[in-house]
């Protein structure tokens, strides 16, 4: 029987992927799970969605069904570039997650604390403005024209049971 070292040539490189395995991988100051697809490990990313990342994946070349540990850091530099700086690869409109920004006018993709730092910006201009907007989210009330009769009820939860003697 000659095939006992091709086996142990496929232990060896089994071995040396698992060498090579990375557990958690930090994309865009986020960590990602390793052992996930690398398409549905990018969705913990804030202002990622599996839209936005399937394009990221393409213009980088990395396939979408790779295990996320299992990419080198070279790959890792591409993913990063493709979500940071889409306007570089020609990236739609439509998938953009700030079109005409509020001061420049320019249409760009925030991530994680950019984003979160913009939107509550965005909140405190309303409310200092004194827009529809900006009042509903100021007391608390709908601010996209849903009914509010019977939903979004302010007490909702915080009525009080019976109270027993001590």
Same mark, same amino acid.
Request: proline content about 0%; charged content about 40%; aromatic content about 12%.
């Given at each position: 029987?000659?095939?006992?070292?091709?086996?142990?040539?496929?232990?060896?490189?089994?071995?040396?992927k698992m060498a090579e395995f990375r557990h958690i991988v930090r994309i865009a100051d986020t960590d990602l799970k390793g052992e996930k697809t690398i398409l549905y490990a990018m969705k913990k990313i804030k202002g990622v969605d599996v839209m936005y990342a399937n394009m990221a994946l393409s213009v980088a070349g990395v396939d979408k069904t790779r295990k996320t540990g299992e990419l080198m850091d070279s790959e890792i530099k591409k993913i990063e570039d493709a979500l940071k700086n889409p306007d570089k690869y020609n990236v739609p409109n439509w998938l953009i997650n700030r079109r005409k920004d509020?001061?420049?006018?320019? =249409?760009?993709?925030?991530?994680?604390? =950019?984003?979160?730092?913009?939107?509550?910006?965005?909140?405190?201009?309303?409310?200092?403005n004194k827009s529809y907007k900006g009042l509903r989210h100021q007391w608390g009330l709908t601010v996209r024209g849903q009914r509010t009769k019977s939903n979004f009820r302010k007490n909702k939860g915080k009525g009080l049971g019976v109270k027993r003697k001590k």
């Open positions: 029987m000659h095939i006992g070292w091709f086996t142990q040539i496929e232990d060896f490189q089994r071995i040396i509020y001061e420049t006018g320019d =249409d760009k993709h925030l991530l994680g604390a =950019d984003l979160d730092f913009e939107k509550d910006s965005d909140l405190k201009r309303m409310k200092k």
